[in-house]
T-cell receptor, first 114, second 111 residues
């Protein structure tokens, strides 16, 4: 399997606190993505990165920011966590041509905001 | 309208049955298509790519109908271990290479 890890695996945090989730890859892939998955909505793209310091918004980016200072790390920050951000967060990586290979996902982070 | 639509199911079938899932997509320019499998509380994993000519991988057959913009997955001789959610996926056809996921179809295979 591709080398992609997410941390933490589980987190409970209080409303209003900042939270950072980490995605780490050892595949040297250029593209990295953050999704959230909620019942009835499937996987929705939050932010993605197409290189070091190159990021862009997805469809549900409000309340989230990202950073990519190294090829291998893509951080997702919830600036001030809200209960609506309780979700499962998945990071994914792809080689340049997803037309051939699709994504590989990390194991996910279960975040609960209380 | 969602970009990728699937029947959420669940499909409840006995072992050995044949089951088919369909999905429709809205972007006629999409070029890449996949089926992913997701087990409960796990990450999605690539099951198979879908090619224009149709393709088969063991008990699994995927078909693409570009004119009607739908994709199908056929599972023959269902096993208990096939119980999972199956996600239909298409590419966004922009510079992001991002993939658009359907909400998934849940399959339950009973003994």
């Amino acid at each position: 399997d591709a080398g992609i890890t997410q941390s933490p695996r589980h987190k409970v945090t209080e409303t209003g606190t900042p939270v950072t989730l980490r995605c780490h890859q050892t595949e040297n892939h250029r593209y990295m993505y953050w999704y959230r998955q909620d019942p009835g909505h499937g996987l929705r793209l939050i932010h993605y990165s197409y290189g070091v310091k190159d990021t862009d918004k997805g469809e549900v980016s409000d309340g989230y920011s990202v950073s990519r200072s190294k090829t291998e790390d893509f951080l997702l920050t919830l600036e001030s966590a809200t209960s609506s951000q309780t979700s499962v967060y998945f990071c994914a990586i792809s080689a340049p041509a997803t037309g051939l290979h699709g994504y590989t996902f990390g194991s996910g982070t279960r975040l609960t905001v209380v | 309208r969602k970009e990728v639509e699937q029947d959420p199911g669940p499909f409840n079938v006995p072992e050995g049955a044949t089951v088919a899932f369909n999905c429709t997509y809205s972007n006629s320019a999409s070029q890449s298509f996949f089926w992913y499998r997701q087990d409960c509380r796990k990450e999605p994993k690539l099951l198979m790519s879908v090619y224009s000519s149709g393709n088969e991988d063991g008990r699994f057959t995927a078909q693409l109908n570009r004119a009607s913009q739908y994709i199908s997955l056929l599972i023959r001789d269902s096993k208990l271990s096939d119980s999972a959610t199956y996600l239909c996926v298409v590419n966004a056809m922009d510079s992001s290479y991002k993939l658009i996921f359907g909400s998934g179809t849940r399959l339950l295979v009973r003994p």
